[in-house]
């Protein structure tokens, strides 16, 4: 069973940086594509960023130019850079990574941005 283990959500100001980590129980070679989701209350989960086995990169509109998605094959980890964060950024974000039609989620890891 593949686990995936988030880490490095906090509480940051307005303006200020988070690095998440997707750390995964296996090689992340086997997987398809990986990303991360978030939901904030009271609403649905989005995509936030994804990046696919051949490094192909897709971010919603909301986070582009802030957010980047990266990973590290030997260290069986995905990331996500978050920079000028803002309030509305405040949710709780969680990893996934698919394979054969299979999707694999994290736990989730909170990220609260204050104005």
């Known amino acids: 069973q593949v686990q995936l283990v988030e880490s490095g959500g906090g509480l940051v100001q307005a303006g200020g940086s988070l690095r998440l980590s997707c750390a995964a129980s296996?090689?992340?070679?086997?997987?398809?594509?990986m990303g991360w989701h978030r939901q904030a209350p009271g609403q649905q989960r989005e995509l936030v960023a994804a990046?696919?086995?051949?490094?192909?990169?897709n971010y919603a509109d909301s986070v582009k130019g802030r957010f980047t998605i990266f990973r590290d094959n030997a260290k069986k980890t995905m990331y996500l850079q978050m920079n000028s964060l803002r309030p509305e950024d405040t949710a709780v974000y969680y990893c996934?990574?698919?394979?054969?039609?299979?999707?694999?989620w994290g736990q989730g890891t909170q990220v609260t941005v204050s104005s």
């Open positions: 990046i696919t086995s051949g490094g192909s990169r």
């Open positions: 996934n990574a698919d394979r054969r039609g299979t999707r694999y």
């Open positions: 296996e090689s992340i070679f086997t997987f398809n594509a």
